[in-house]
């Protein structure tokens, strides 16, 4: 599977900023024009190996590694990974389909 990419490597259609509070992601994305910012929750469990992270709203986010501060960075990766891909799988399952697509804006108190 690949992403599309623009020159600099970069997923073209997708920004993605972190900024972490009390164990938070803040997690801002620019997709066609439409800034949208929501709220993930980081989860961290110290094992005999290091560390494991994952992200309660997001099945598919989690990583593994020695330190904390590894796992947080690999986290936030695998979040934008698994965000590009499922935007991506879906636009490959519905390609030339007569679909309606509306942006949804969350606000979880």
Do not use: C, W
């Amino acid at each position: 599977m690949e992403l599309p990419v623009n020159s600099s490597g970069v997923n073209s259609r997708f920004r993605f900023t972190f900024h972490s509070d009390f164990g938070d992601t803040l997690v801002k994305s620019l997709y066609q024009g439409v800034t949208v910012t929501f709220q993930l929750t980081k989860v961290f469990k110290k094992v005999s190996e290091g560390y494991i992270g994952f992200v309660e709203e997001l099945p598919g986010a989690n990583t593994q590694a020695d330190t904390l501060d590894e796992a947080r960075v690999n986290l936030e990766e695998a979040i934008e990974l698994v965000l590009e891909a499922n935007r991506f799988l879906t636009e490959e399952l519905l390609q030339d389909q007569d679909v309606i697509r509306e942006p949804i804006f969350l606000s979880v108190a």
